[in-house]
Protein backbone atom coordinates (compact mmCIF):
# COMPACT_ATOMS: atom_id res chain seq x y z
CA UNK A 1 0.00 0.00 0.00
CA UNK A 2 1.20 3.80 -0.74
CA UNK A 3 1.90 6.09 1.95
CA UNK A 4 -1.46 7.91 0.73
CA UNK A 5 -3.52 4.73 1.51
CA UNK A 6 -1.92 3.99 5.03
CA UNK A 7 -3.17 8.02 5.67
CA UNK A 8 -6.39 6.95 4.54
CA UNK A 9 -6.76 4.15 6.47
CA UNK A 10 -6.02 5.64 9.54
CA UNK A 11 -8.49 9.04 8.89
CA UNK A 12 -11.08 6.24 8.48
CA UNK A 13 -10.17 4.97 11.82
CA UNK A 14 -10.35 8.25 13.30
CA UNK A 15 -13.45 9.32 11.90
CA UNK A 16 -14.80 6.24 12.94
CA UNK A 17 -16.38 5.02 9.84
CA UNK A 18 -16.74 1.39 10.31
CA UNK A 19 -13.56 -0.11 8.99
CA UNK A 20 -12.30 -4.38 8.87
CA UNK A 21 -9.20 -5.91 7.86
CA UNK A 22 -9.53 -8.93 5.65
CA UNK A 23 -7.16 -11.43 4.19
CA UNK A 24 -7.94 -12.89 0.68
CA UNK A 25 -8.32 -16.84 0.90
CA UNK A 26 -5.67 -17.05 -2.24
CA UNK A 27 -3.71 -19.24 0.18
CA UNK A 28 -6.26 -20.85 2.11
CA UNK A 29 -6.98 -24.00 2.69
CA UNK A 30 -7.15 -27.44 5.71
CA UNK A 31 -3.96 -28.12 5.63
CA UNK A 32 -3.84 -29.22 9.53
CA UNK A 33 -6.99 -30.01 12.50
CA UNK A 34 -6.49 -27.65 15.27
CA UNK A 35 -10.35 -27.82 16.38
CA UNK A 36 -12.97 -30.10 15.61
CA UNK A 37 -14.42 -28.58 12.42
CA UNK A 38 -10.74 -28.98 10.34
CA UNK A 39 -10.28 -32.63 8.98
CA UNK A 40 -7.59 -32.69 6.46
CA UNK A 41 -9.28 -35.11 4.08
CA UNK A 42 -12.36 -32.81 4.19
CA UNK A 43 -10.80 -29.93 2.03
CA UNK A 44 -11.95 -26.67 1.18
CA UNK A 45 -12.78 -25.96 -2.71
CA UNK A 46 -10.78 -22.99 -3.40
CA UNK A 47 -13.12 -21.69 -6.28
CA UNK A 48 -15.85 -21.79 -4.06
CA UNK A 49 -13.86 -20.05 -1.35
CA UNK A 50 -12.80 -17.13 -3.60
CA UNK A 51 -16.76 -16.58 -4.47
CA UNK A 52 -17.65 -17.08 -1.06
CA UNK A 53 -15.12 -14.35 0.62
CA UNK A 54 -15.82 -11.76 -2.29
CA UNK A 55 -19.35 -11.93 -1.16
CA UNK A 56 -18.83 -11.49 2.03
CA UNK A 57 -16.15 -8.52 1.17
CA UNK A 58 -19.29 -6.67 -1.26
CA UNK A 59 -21.60 -7.62 1.25
CA UNK A 60 -19.87 -5.23 3.92
CA UNK A 61 -19.14 -2.71 1.68
CA UNK A 62 -22.27 -2.70 -0.11
CA UNK A 63 -23.67 -1.71 3.90
CA UNK A 64 -21.34 1.04 4.13
CA UNK A 65 -18.34 -0.24 5.55
CA UNK A 66 -14.81 0.16 4.74
CA UNK A 67 -12.37 -3.00 3.76
CA UNK A 68 -8.81 -2.94 4.56
CA UNK A 69 -6.73 -5.51 2.86
CA UNK A 70 -4.02 -7.53 4.44
CA UNK A 71 -1.77 -9.98 2.06
CA UNK A 72 -2.34 -13.62 1.66
CA UNK A 73 1.18 -15.50 2.63
CA UNK A 74 1.72 -19.02 1.85
CA UNK A 75 1.70 -21.48 4.14
CA UNK A 76 -0.34 -19.67 6.32
CA UNK A 77 -3.68 -21.04 5.67
CA UNK A 78 -5.60 -19.22 8.43
CA UNK A 79 -4.24 -15.96 7.75
CA UNK A 80 -7.35 -15.26 6.33
CA UNK A 81 -9.55 -15.10 9.96
CA UNK A 82 -8.25 -11.74 10.82
CA UNK A 83 -10.51 -11.82 13.78
CA UNK A 84 -7.47 -13.65 15.58
CA UNK A 85 -4.59 -10.98 14.08
CA UNK A 86 -5.00 -9.37 17.95
CA UNK A 87 -7.69 -7.07 19.24
CA UNK A 88 -8.12 -2.90 18.46
CA UNK A 89 -8.82 -0.21 20.89
CA UNK A 90 -8.16 3.13 19.66
CA UNK A 91 -4.98 3.59 18.23
CA UNK A 92 -3.55 0.62 20.18
CA UNK A 93 -3.05 -3.00 18.64
CA UNK A 94 -3.01 -5.19 21.22
CA UNK A 95 -1.38 -8.55 18.71
CA UNK A 96 -1.87 -12.32 19.39
CA UNK A 97 0.51 -15.15 21.06
CA UNK A 98 -1.22 -18.35 19.32
CA UNK A 99 -1.58 -21.11 21.26
CA UNK A 100 -0.83 -23.63 17.85
CA UNK A 101 2.49 -23.67 16.37
CA UNK A 102 1.11 -23.62 12.81
CA UNK A 103 -0.21 -20.17 13.45
CA UNK A 104 2.66 -18.37 15.12
CA UNK A 105 3.80 -17.23 12.19
CA UNK A 106 0.74 -14.83 11.46
CA UNK A 107 2.04 -12.64 14.43
CA UNK A 108 4.99 -10.79 12.55
CA UNK A 109 2.25 -10.44 9.41
CA UNK A 110 -0.18 -8.85 11.44
CA UNK A 111 1.84 -7.13 13.75
CA UNK A 112 3.69 -5.70 10.70
CA UNK A 113 0.73 -4.74 9.01
CA UNK A 114 0.05 -2.41 12.43
CA UNK A 115 2.85 -1.07 12.39
CA UNK A 116 3.86 0.32 9.34
CA UNK A 117 0.24 2.11 9.37
CA UNK A 118 0.60 3.93 12.86
CA UNK A 119 -0.73 1.74 14.90
CA UNK A 120 0.68 1.30 18.41
CA UNK A 121 1.93 -2.34 18.90
CA UNK A 122 1.96 -4.09 21.60
CA UNK A 123 2.52 -7.74 22.34
CA UNK A 124 1.22 -10.40 25.17
CA UNK A 125 4.12 -11.46 27.53
CA UNK A 126 5.66 -14.33 25.85
CA UNK A 127 3.74 -17.01 28.29
CA UNK A 128 0.41 -15.86 27.63
CA UNK A 129 -1.77 -17.29 24.98
CA UNK A 130 -4.03 -14.78 23.47
CA UNK A 131 -5.89 -14.89 20.40
CA UNK A 132 -7.15 -11.49 19.92
CA UNK A 133 -10.77 -10.28 18.73
CA UNK A 134 -11.42 -14.20 18.73
CA UNK A 135 -11.75 -14.13 22.11
CA UNK A 136 -11.82 -10.95 23.49
CA UNK A 137 -14.94 -8.74 22.15
CA UNK A 138 -16.33 -5.69 24.00
CA UNK A 139 -20.54 -5.40 24.86
CA UNK A 140 -21.00 -2.08 26.20
CA UNK A 141 -18.13 -0.64 28.55
CA UNK A 142 -16.96 -4.35 29.21
CA UNK A 143 -14.52 -6.74 27.55
CA UNK A 144 -15.67 -10.38 27.71
CA UNK A 145 -12.78 -12.40 27.33
CA UNK A 146 -13.08 -15.96 26.57
CA UNK A 147 -10.84 -18.80 27.89
CA UNK A 148 -9.34 -22.69 28.02
CA UNK A 149 -9.16 -23.88 24.56
CA UNK A 150 -7.21 -20.99 23.30
CA UNK A 151 -6.39 -17.69 25.04
CA UNK A 152 -5.80 -18.18 28.74
CA UNK A 153 -7.11 -16.72 31.86
CA UNK A 154 -4.46 -15.31 32.61
CA UNK A 155 -4.30 -12.86 29.87
CA UNK A 156 -7.52 -10.87 31.25
CA UNK A 157 -5.77 -9.41 33.95
CA UNK A 158 -2.65 -8.70 32.18
CA UNK A 159 -5.54 -7.07 29.43
CA UNK A 160 -7.58 -4.88 31.53
CA UNK A 161 -4.42 -3.41 33.15
CA UNK A 162 -2.97 -2.47 30.13
CA UNK A 163 -5.82 -0.92 28.37
CA UNK A 164 -7.80 0.59 31.24
CA UNK A 165 -11.33 -1.68 31.20
CA UNK A 166 -13.32 -3.65 33.26
CA UNK A 167 -11.98 -7.38 31.49
CA UNK A 168 -14.96 -10.35 32.27
CA UNK A 169 -13.21 -13.78 32.07
CA UNK A 170 -15.81 -16.38 30.97
CA UNK A 171 -14.80 -20.42 30.64
CA UNK A 172 -15.82 -22.09 27.19
CA UNK A 173 -17.07 -25.26 27.99
CA UNK A 174 -17.41 -27.19 24.57
CA UNK A 175 -14.30 -27.56 22.38
CA UNK A 176 -16.52 -26.82 19.18
CA UNK A 177 -16.68 -23.57 20.52
CA UNK A 178 -13.39 -22.70 20.84
CA UNK A 179 -13.11 -19.43 20.62
CA UNK A 180 -15.55 -16.75 22.28
CA UNK A 181 -16.66 -15.02 19.13
CA UNK A 182 -18.32 -18.72 17.65
CA UNK A 183 -20.85 -18.94 20.71
CA UNK A 184 -21.19 -15.44 21.38
CA UNK A 185 -22.35 -12.03 19.10
CA UNK A 186 -22.58 -8.81 20.60
CA UNK A 187 -24.87 -6.77 18.74
CA UNK A 188 -24.89 -3.38 20.36
CA UNK A 189 -23.85 -1.88 23.75
CA UNK A 190 -26.63 -3.64 25.02
CA UNK A 191 -27.72 -6.73 23.36
CA UNK A 192 -25.87 -10.03 21.83
CA UNK A 193 -26.41 -13.80 20.02
CA UNK A 194 -25.24 -15.82 22.38
CA UNK A 195 -25.09 -19.98 22.16
CA UNK A 196 -25.73 -21.04 26.31
CA UNK A 197 -24.33 -24.45 25.62
CA UNK A 198 -20.84 -23.52 25.01
CA UNK A 199 -20.59 -22.21 28.64
CA UNK A 200 -20.63 -23.36 32.10
CA UNK A 201 -22.98 -22.06 34.47
CA UNK A 202 -21.02 -19.40 36.21
CA UNK A 203 -20.09 -17.71 33.07
CA UNK A 204 -24.00 -17.58 32.01
CA UNK A 205 -24.51 -15.89 34.95
CA UNK A 206 -21.75 -13.35 34.91
CA UNK A 207 -22.88 -12.85 31.17
CA UNK A 208 -26.47 -12.39 32.20
CA UNK A 209 -25.80 -10.38 34.42
CA UNK A 210 -23.96 -7.83 32.47
CA UNK A 211 -25.87 -8.09 28.73
CA UNK A 212 -29.95 -7.09 29.28
CA UNK A 213 -30.86 -8.33 25.90
CA UNK A 214 -29.37 -11.64 25.07
CA UNK A 215 -30.93 -13.52 22.23
CA UNK A 216 -30.56 -17.28 22.23
CA UNK A 217 -29.55 -19.55 19.44
CA UNK A 218 -30.31 -22.95 19.48
CA UNK A 219 -27.26 -26.07 18.72
CA UNK A 220 -28.45 -26.41 15.86
CA UNK A 221 -28.04 -22.07 14.77
CA UNK A 222 -24.49 -22.08 16.50
CA UNK A 223 -23.64 -25.15 14.36
CA UNK A 224 -24.72 -23.20 11.37
CA UNK A 225 -22.70 -20.49 13.30
CA UNK A 226 -25.17 -18.00 13.95
CA UNK A 227 -23.14 -16.63 16.85
CA UNK A 228 -20.03 -15.49 14.26
CA UNK A 229 -21.63 -12.78 12.80
CA UNK A 230 -20.36 -9.25 11.15
CA UNK A 231 -22.31 -6.50 12.80
CA UNK A 232 -22.63 -3.20 10.94
CA UNK A 233 -24.90 -0.96 12.73
CA UNK A 234 -28.42 -2.61 12.78
CA UNK A 235 -27.56 -4.82 9.64
CA UNK A 236 -26.19 -8.39 10.76
CA UNK A 237 -24.24 -10.71 8.38
CA UNK A 238 -24.14 -14.24 8.93
CA UNK A 239 -22.98 -17.95 7.20
CA UNK A 240 -26.85 -19.05 7.47
CA UNK A 241 -29.84 -17.73 9.87
CA UNK A 242 -32.68 -20.02 10.86
CA UNK A 243 -36.52 -18.19 10.10
CA UNK A 244 -36.82 -18.47 13.93
CA UNK A 245 -33.62 -16.68 15.21
CA UNK A 246 -34.02 -14.22 11.82
CA UNK A 247 -37.46 -13.26 13.29
CA UNK A 248 -35.76 -12.74 16.85
CA UNK A 249 -33.42 -10.87 15.74
CA UNK A 250 -35.85 -8.81 13.02
CA UNK A 251 -37.90 -7.61 16.71
CA UNK A 252 -35.36 -6.38 18.53
CA UNK A 253 -34.50 -3.96 14.40
CA UNK A 254 -31.62 -6.08 13.24
CA UNK A 255 -31.70 -6.94 9.35
CA UNK A 256 -30.16 -10.56 8.35
CA UNK A 257 -27.77 -11.22 5.72
CA UNK A 258 -26.92 -14.90 5.25
CA UNK A 259 -24.55 -15.33 2.64
CA UNK A 260 -23.31 -19.23 2.52
CA UNK A 261 -19.36 -19.79 3.98
CA UNK A 262 -19.51 -23.35 3.43
CA UNK A 263 -15.64 -23.58 2.69
CA UNK A 264 -14.85 -21.54 5.94
CA UNK A 265 -16.60 -23.53 8.57
CA UNK A 266 -14.58 -26.60 7.18
CA UNK A 267 -11.77 -24.36 9.55
CA UNK A 268 -14.24 -24.02 12.12
CA UNK A 269 -14.77 -20.30 11.20
CA UNK A 270 -17.17 -18.06 9.24
CA UNK A 271 -18.44 -14.06 9.15
CA UNK A 272 -16.94 -12.70 12.18
CA UNK A 273 -13.99 -14.99 12.24
CA UNK A 274 -12.96 -13.49 8.46
CA UNK A 275 -12.97 -10.20 9.85
CA UNK A 276 -11.39 -7.53 12.11
CA UNK A 277 -12.68 -4.07 13.04
CA UNK A 278 -10.09 -1.63 13.32
CA UNK A 279 -12.52 1.19 14.39
CA UNK A 280 -12.35 -0.52 17.38
CA UNK A 281 -14.57 -3.74 18.93
CA UNK A 282 -16.35 -1.85 21.36
CA UNK A 283 -20.03 -2.04 20.84
CA UNK A 284 -20.37 1.12 22.79
CA UNK A 285 -18.71 2.90 19.92
CA UNK A 286 -21.09 0.76 16.96
CA UNK A 287 -24.14 2.30 18.64
CA UNK A 288 -23.53 5.55 17.63
CA UNK A 289 -23.11 4.70 14.17
N1 LIG B 1 -8.84 -22.78 11.76
C1 LIG B 1 -8.79 -21.63 12.60
C2 LIG B 1 -8.32 -22.02 14.00
O1 LIG B 1 -8.64 -23.08 14.45
C3 LIG B 1 -10.12 -20.95 12.63
C4 LIG B 1 -10.12 -19.65 13.37
C5 LIG B 1 -11.48 -19.03 13.49
N2 LIG B 1 -11.40 -17.74 14.03
C6 LIG B 1 -12.19 -17.22 14.98
N3 LIG B 1 -12.06 -15.97 15.30
N4 LIG B 1 -13.06 -17.96 15.61
O2 LIG B 1 -7.63 -21.30 14.67
Given at each position: ???????????????R??T??????????????????????????????????????????A???????????????????????????????????????????????????????????V????????????D????????????????????????????G?????V??A?????????C????D???A???????????????RD??????E??????E??C??A???????????I????????????????????????????????????????????????
Amino acid sequence: MTATGDTEAITLVLKRKPTVLMCPPDHYGIEYEINPWMDVKRGAVPELAQRQWARLRETIEALGAAVEIVGAVPHLPDLVFTANAGLVVGNTFVGSNFRHAVRQGESPVFDAWFAERGWNVVRPPADIYFEGAGDALFCGETLFFGYKFRSQPRGHAWLGELLGVEVLPVELADDRYYHLDTCFCPLDDSAAIIFPGAFDEYGLKAIRDRVPLLIEADATEAEAFCCNAVVIGRDVILNDISPRLADSLGGHGFRTHPLGLSEFIKSGGSAKCLTLRLDGEEAAAWAKD
